[in-house]
């Protein structure tokens, strides 16, 4: 079983709709959990970073998490293409090191 | 705003040879990363470091590899006897620390590629 796993898509959505991207992880221990945006050959940009259960929103994003299904997930409302990017989850396990997914690929058509 | 930076952007090197990539963190960062991410790969962990040693690595971050942080502001990843399997981009992250946040922040990478 994979540390992190995503769908690694592409997932495709009109401009305007929500965008929903999933992620799991497998070390129950992990605390802290973390969505980066990834252009092509460009750096990870974070998006959001989420500790507790339940919802945080940040403008057009929310993270969802919930630890006891050891699940993650990324909306973002009113999708732009200029979102068109790949998604990382990404996981502290132990004391600093972060596991990412493979990414999942979006794709938000005009 | 506060950035990580990275040179080079770009290093080419022949196979068996010696490189070092070199990375600026934020100033007030107490933790420093590398990552490694092979084209077309995940974003993979290499090492972590804090208060001068290193706090964790992962299996990849074998004797081929060291860090350092040689002064008060740069923070070094050498890797020798480069392998054609060492072409990949090279990340440098930093975050705060526990008091001050988890969250790394990426430098914009340098791409090396083993001739």
């Known amino acids: 079983q994979k540390e992190v796993e995503q769908n690694s898509g592409p997932l495709s959505v009109p401009e305007g709709a929500i965008a929903s991207l999933n992620c799991t992880y497998s070390?129950?221990?992990?605390?802290?959990f973390f969505w980066y945006r990834q252009y092509s050959g460009k750096s990870p940009e974070l998006i959001m970073s989420?500790?507790?259960?339940g919802d945080k929103e940040d403008g057009r994003f929310t993270a969802q998490l919930n630890k006891a299904s050891q699940y993650v997930s990324l909306l973002i409302r009113d999708s732009q293409p200029s979102d068109s990017a790949t998604y990382l989850c990404?996981?502290?396990?132990?004391?600093?090191?972060?596991?990412f997914g493979t990414g999942t690929r979006l794709k938000v058509l005009a | 705003e506060p950035e990580v930076t990275q040179t080079p952007s770009h290093q080419v090197t022949q196979m068996g040879q010696e490189v070092i990539l070199r990375c600026v963190p934020i100033?007030?960062?107490?933790?420093f990363y590398w990552y490694r991410q092979i084209l077309g790969q995940k974003v993979e962990f290499l090492v972590s470091?804090?208060?001068?040693?290193?706090?964790?690595k992962s299996e990849i971050f074998d004797d081929q590899f060291s860090v350092e942080r040689p002064d008060g502001s740069n923070f070094t990843l050498k890797i020798r006897s480069t392998k054609l399997e060492d072409s990949a981009m090279y990340f440098c992250?930093?975050?705060?620390?526990?008091?001050?946040?988890?969250?790394?922040?990426f430098g914009p990478g340098t791409r090396l590629l083993v001739l």
């Open positions: 989420i500790y507790s259960n």
């Open positions: 100033s007030n960062h107490l933790y």
């Open positions: 992250a930093s975050s705060e620390g526990e008091r001050g946040g988890q969250t790394q922040y």
């Open positions: 070390d129950r221990g992990s605390q802290s």
């Open positions: 470091f804090y208060n001068n040693e290193i706090s964790e």
């Open positions: 990404a996981v502290r396990r132990g004391t600093y090191k972060y596991i």
